[in-house]
């Protein structure tokens, strides 16, 4: 769930934040190498497929559309392509189409349409993106893998990036958590939907993406709530953020304490938590024995929650805590 990018307006004035160094630039000249590199290693694959139609393409499609959608023409393109090139033709058109994207971002200052700590998580991502499509062996980016769509989504500025996360814009949550956990909830969502979102549109959602791992942690999620408050200075038709996961959910505060804050910290300051339903990702598995083998022993059921952090007070936060 995820208009094209926010028109430059007036910007509000930033809270002060810290500066990562990496943040400030990317190297310009070696994007620009490493694009015309892949572009000669491949010449029949660009003559056949130039570029500037296939952004065009991508130019057509709204960003306020789920990032892992494409239009039929993008996906006709790609069937095309793989039917008569394979799969590893297509990536190499798509590592040359981010680094274009990229280029643009730079030379047309797309940046001052965000906060400076947005901004800057930009340069960071831009610069891993390049280390990645410059060295990695084909099949990072997958057309069919959720690396892919996020980092193809966030040179397109589909969505946005917070540190250890990304944000689409203009998303909804579903109104059957009115029905999901009995009748407190279902007095609890309604008096939200009603008084406090107000509604269940219009919101910032926060996605995990695994590339950016190494900010999953306290400090690296209160940095992502600073900016998002900054970005909702932004868009003031935003009524808040939300996120709906198994690292919601008040169990970890017993099963897995260390995770506890990713509920806890926006809960104590104004979110709202409601339960979904039983979780069917199997996330909490994938890197933690001890959550398995309470689970096998009875002692852990995996549930999804949703929590919503409402403009106002996550602003408040922000400025109190800065």
């Known amino acids: 769930m995820a208009a094209d990018p926010p028109a430059r307006t007036r910007r509000p004035p930033d809270q002060a934040m810290t500066k990562d160094p990496r943040s400030e630039t990317v190297d310009l000249e070696r994007l620009r190498r ?12 660009f003559q056949t497929f130039p570029l ?43 590592r040359a189409t981010m680094l274009e994207l990229m280029e643009r971002f730079l030379i047309r200052n797309r ?14 991502n831009f610069s891993r993106i390049l280390d990645e499509v410059s060295d990695f062996d084909f099949g990072n980016y997958d057309n069919d893998s959720d690396i892919f769509h996020k980092d193809f989504a966030l040179c397109r500025e589909n969505i946005f990036p917070i540190g250890p996360g990304v944000v689409e814009r203009n998303c909804g949550f579903s109104r059957s958590v009115l029905f999901s956990n009995g009748v407190r909830q279902f007095l609890d969502v309604a008096h939200f939907l009603i008084f406090v979102g107000p509604g269940n549109s ?9 590339r950016m ?3 999953f942690n306290p400090d690296g999620w209160e940095h992502a709530y600073r900016c998002l408050a900054e970005m909702l200075k932004y868009h003031p038709e935003t009524k808040g953020v939300f996120r709906a996961s198994w ?3 008040p169990a970890l505060e017993e099963v897995s304490p260390n995770l506890a804050y990713i509920r ?9 938590v409601f339960y979904i339903g039983p979780d069917k990702t199997g996330g909490p598995f994938a890197r933690s024995q001890t959550r398995r083998r309470l689970f096998e022993e009875g002692k852990y059921l995996p549930k999804t929650y949703i929590l919503i952090w409402p403009r106002k007070s996550l602003i408040s936060w922000s400025e109190r805590n800065n």
């Open 213 to 215: 791992v190494q900010d």
């Open 111 to 124: 940046g001052e349409n965000y906060p400076s700590c947005v901004r800057g998580q930009y340069y960071l």
């Open 52 to 94: 500037s139609p296939y952004m065009a393409l991508l130019d057509q499609m709204p960003l306020d559309q789920p990032y892992t959608t494409f239009t039929p023409q993008v996906a006709g393109l790609w069937k095309r392509i793989i039917d008569e090139h394979g799969k590893e033709q297509l990536e190499i058109l798509n």
């Open 202 to 210: 219009r919101y910032f959602q926060i996605h995990t993406h695994l």
């Open 34 to 45: 490493t694009k015309a590199k892949l572009m000669s290693d491949c010449p029949r694959l």
């Open 264 to 272: 806890k910290m926006p809960q104590d300051n104004g979110a709202d």
């Open 247 to 249: 690292f919601c959910d």
